[in-house]
């Protein structure tokens, strides 16, 4: 509307200069070289108008021509650029769909057509990756790092390289070298960290937290962070108590509820004379997660006292989180230790229906201590075998006697407490066995009919008591859905915990339906 507006406002401004121009009549004259040439004012104006039109189109010829070398190399360049893009959208797709041939033939095209294009380079990559050139792909990953805006990526992929041949120098140094182009850069700060904690550099690992803060969680860099702390003070207990002490309180307000964390805090302010201190972290970290360390830790706040005051302890602890088996325990040791045998039953008795493998034990070291009766023990460490498990330390399949920061696989903060396969003892859905049904029949030949009168009677099975067959309980997990297409990792992204081992899960065995024999031997396994 407004451009209409102005519009019509130009085209009246203008019929008011020529009715203007026409109102008032006029005459110029020009004298040049011999000739005169007299005209009104308008038809002058008129014939400047179209002077000065005429003279801008052939300028305009003029620069054309003058321009069209270059219009002719620009236009052959952009349709050079096309058919490289077109290269590089079939190679891409090819990768992903798993054609060695038409991505390696796509890659040749586009280095021909589009050289030195970063896309170009990353198909040239991953299809040299894709046929197991690691030649060519680091080759072309060195090419990236040499353009600034592919620098981080050609990092990534020599990064990559560097771990597929176990070579860790070479993968350190160009993460090391990705967070010195681009500090922000996630994986590059992950793989030095990994390194620092592979290494027990705990001090370097701490400053790589540092340089990934911004791309972090606020949980997690806490978390983390927290975990190097602990780390750093286990590694300087012997060497400077002070530190330790200080590394350890902010490992505590970064994350009250980890537990090395808590049980070392109280043992370094015990030893300080801060005893109300250590008893107020030791008693939150029981509250969020009830440990056998932090009890053990809250029993000896006080190296003087005596077992009775021990156990008095104790059981305040145990008081603010009722109903715990770990408090239990703790109550049931620390009364062993004080010989009052009553209190320690009296903890364990409501767990002796189906005990764990500590409280049958503890209650076997019970019967030694107070009565020396040798049947009770053993009928007590028979159980212990049978028991099922108790918790402990676990990452990556591997159970250790006590808390580490970095599991066997190199993740930090890998161990956490937990039964060991825990996934066997693992609740499942149940599903309704029907009875074994008869064999199939199956087609006889003529052979075997005239040989039938003669053939001795198989015996049947023998019948399955309804009570063994109603019910079976599923342990298997369900297989995972494939995926349609399954793309190729991108050389800039590997996938999170990509070297990482889960922890083992049981093995299942798969019986058939109509299996009768199979299905009986299960009930009894």
């Known amino acids: 509307m407004i451009r209409i507006v102005l519009f019509l406002i130009s085209v009246g401004i203008i019929a008011a200069g020529v009715a203007w121009l026409a109102d008032r009549p006029g005459d110029v004259a020009v004298t040049w070289m011999g000739y005169r040439v007299e005209t009104s004012v308008l038809m002058a104006a008129l014939a400047i108008i179209v002077l000065v039109i005429a003279l801008m189109a052939l300028w305009s010829v003029v620069r054309a021509i003058l321009r069209s070398p270059e219009q002719v190399s620009l236009f052959f360049r952009h349709r050079r650029a096309v058919k490289g893009y077109l290269a590089i959208s079939r190679g891409l797709i090819a990768i992903g769909a798993g054609n060695l041939r038409v991505a390696r033939k796509a890659a040749d095209e586009a280095a021909r057509l589009s050289p030195g294009d970063p896309l170009a380079l990353l198909l040239t990559a991953q299809s040299a990756q894709m046929a197991g050139d690691s030649s060519t792909a680091e080759r072309a990953f060195r090419d990236m790092t040499a353009r600034d805006d592919t620098k981080v990526l050609g990092l990534r992929g020599l990064y990559i390289e560097a771990r597929r041949r176990n070579d860790a120098d070479a993968a350190r140094r160009a993460a090391e070298e990705a967070i010195k182009a681009q500090p922000g850069v ?60 200080a590394l350890i309180l902010e490992s505590v307000k970064l994350a009250p509820d980890l537990v090395p964390a808590a049980a070392l805090a109280g043992r370094r302010l015990s030893e300080a004379g801060d005893i109300r201190k250590a008893r107020k972290i030791l008693e939150a970290a029981w509250t969020i997660n009830p440990h056998p360390d932090i009890a053990e830790s809250y029993a000896g706040l006080r190296l003087g006292d005596s077992a009775r005051e021990r156990l008095a302890r104790i059981q305040k602890l145990a008081d603010k989180v009722p109903g715990q088996l770990e408090g239990a325990l703790a109550v049931a040791r620390a009364a062993l230790d004080a010989r009052e045998f009553a209190t320690a039953r009296a903890a364990l008795a409501p767990y002796l229906s189906a005990p764990t493998r500590r409280v049958a034990t503890l209650m076997a070291d019970i019967e030694e201590a107070e009565n020396g009766d040798q049947g009770r023990v053993r009928e007590w460490m028979a159980r212990a075998m049978r028991a099922s498990g108790d918790p402990a330390w676990t990452a990556d399949g591997v159970v250790s006697d006590r808390w580490l920061p970095v599991s066997p696989s190199g993740r930090l903060d890998g161990f956490t407490w937990k039964v060991p396969l825990a996934e066997i003892g693992v609740s499942r859905p149940v599903i309704e066995v029907a009875p074994p049904l008869a064999e199939p029949a199956t087609e006889v030949s003529p052979e075997a009919k005239t040989a039938a009168p003669t053939a001795a009677p198989t015996e049947a099975p023998p019948e399955i008591p309804p009570r063994k067959v109603a019910k079976a309980r599923v342990s298997a997990k369900p297989r995972p859905v494939e995926p349609v297409i399954p793309l190729v990792h991108v050389p800039d992204d590997p996938g999170l915990d990509a070297n990482l081992e889960p922890d083992p899960v049981p093995e299942t065995t798969i019986v058939q339906a109509g299996d009768a024999w199979q299905r009986l031997r299960r009930l009894f396994r």
Not at 211 to 233: F, G, P, T
Request: charged share 30%; aromatic share 6%.
């Open 186 to 245: 996630v994986w590059a700060g992950q793989a030095v960290l990994d390194y620092r904690c592979n290494v027990h550099d705990w001090a370097g690992a701490l400053d790589a937290l540092e340089h990934m803060k911004a791309a972090l969680e606020k949980s997690d860099y806490r978390r983390k962070r927290a975990v190097l702390l602990v780390a750093r003070a286990q590694a300087l207990a012997d060497i400077d108590r002070d530190a330790t002490r």
